[in-house]
Each structure stands twice: as structure tokens, then as C-alpha cells.
């Protein structure tokens, strides 16, 4: 399973634009370079999974602050992430399908029976897990402010770059950079 400082799986996945409803094939890596939030969730048109993703497309302005990717995946069709956005008015983000579940698998979300656990994972701009959260029983999900100060948080983790020297090789102080 993986976790905190682990190279996130990459994976390439048909799915649909939950604003547009057009197909398309999103990959992990052409997101690099910018942190990207997994919401794995089990089931179209099920009510806390509605509930859910209704909630993160209302909210979306916060994540789009801290300029985070959102991506939903789940194991139904397109076909059926088509239905659902469509019932639902559309998401501010792509609905990807794992049929075969080998990315839900490969990302440790799965659970005793094969079923989708509700759960997140943050990656960031290296492709670096920052932060996993797995549901166990899938009743209730994280909200908007928790997903978005995670990612801002891998800013503030960041090493920082020195800063060059001042004339007469004078330093600032770290609370004055």
C-alpha cells in the first residue's frame, strides 16, 4: 500500500471532461509539475458519492487557488461517469474509468471483496505521494478545506532555495525573506 514519501503509481485512463462530458485518456505524468488530488470513489449515482463529488465542484475555486488537478476514479464505464455527470449538471473535473481496477488496486484502495474504499491521495508536482487517507467504511468523506490544505502544505514541505547574499554578504534573517 502506498503512503507518505512513495513514488505514486502512474497510470493512463479513459474518462470523461465532467464540465464538457467529451472522452478523453488522462495520464498521471502529463500532470506533472503541478499537485494532483486522487479522489478514488466506488460508485456513480450513489449518494454519498453524489454527495461528495457535488461538493468538491461546488468548492472547486479552492482548489483551483492552490492549483491542484482533480481527478475522480471509480469502476464503472464512461459510459456511466457520462449518465452520472450528465444527472448531475457536470463536475469541474474528470470522471476516469477503472474497469479492471488495477489502478485502484495498484494504489491500495480496494477492499477485502474488491470494492472501491472511499479515499484520497494527494500527490505533488514530482509525482511524490504527500498525503493517503483510505476509508473503512466509506460513510463519510474529507472535506474541501482539509484535500486543499494538504496541498498547500507541499509548498510550505518544500525545501527552499538559499537566498543569494545581501551586499556586504549580508544574510536576511528568516523571518524577513
Known amino acids: 500500500m502506498i503512503g507518505r514519501g512513495d513514488m505514486a503509481p502512474t497510470f493512463?485512463?479513459?474518462?470523461?471532461?465532467?464540465?464538457?462530458?467529451?472522452?478523453?485518456?488522462?495520464?498521471?505524468?502529463?500532470?506533472r509539475g503541478r499537485p494532483v488530488v486522487l479522489v478514488f470513489?466506488?460508485?456513480?449515482?450513489?449518494?454519498?458519492c453524489t454527495l461528495q463529488l457535488r461538493t468538491y465542484t461546488d468548492d472547486f475555486a479552492a482548489f483551483a487557488e492552490v492549483d491542484a488537478q482533480v481527478l475522480a476514479i471509480?469502476?464503472?464505464s464512461v459510459e456511466s461517469?457520462?449518465?452520472?455527470?450528465?444527472?448531475?449538471?457536470?463536475f469541474a473535473f474528470p470522471l476516469l474509468s477503472d474497469e479492471g481496477r488495477e489502478v485502484g488496486?495498484?494504489?491500495g484502495v480496494l477492499g477485502p471483496v474488491g470494492f472501491?474504499?472511499?479515499?484520497?491521495?494527494?500527490?505533488?508536482?514530482?509525482?511524490?505521494?504527500?498525503?493517503?487517507?483510505?476509508a473503512t467504511a466509506g460513510l463519510t468523506f474529507r472535506p474541501v478545506d482539509e484535500?486543499?490544505?494538504?496541498?498547500?502544505?507541499i509548498a510550505a514541505d518544500s525545501p527552499r532555495s538559499p537566498q543569494p547574499?545581501?551586499?556586504?554578504?549580508?544574510?536576511?534573517?528568516?523571518?524577513?525573506?
Do not use: C, K, M
Open 116 to 134: 472501491y474504499r472511499r479515499s484520497v491521495v494527494v500527490i505533488d508536482g514530482a509525482g511524490i505521494v504527500h498525503w493517503a487517507h483510505r
Open 41 to 48: 470513489y466506488p460508485a456513480d449515482n450513489s449518494p454519498i
Open 12 to 31: 493512463a485512463l479513459d474518462g470523461i471532461d465532467g464540465a464538457t462530458l467529451l472522452t478523453g485518456r488522462w495520464s498521471l505524468e502529463q500532470l
Open 81 to 90: 461517469h457520462r449518465a452520472f455527470a450528465e444527472t448531475n449538471g457536470g
Open 165 to 177: 547574499p545581501r551586499a556586504g554578504g549580508a544574510r536576511p534573517r528568516p523571518d524577513q525573506d
Open 74 to 76: 471509480s469502476p464503472q
Open 147 to 153: 484535500l486543499v490544505g494538504v496541498v498547500a502544505s
Open 105 to 107: 488496486e495498484r494504489y
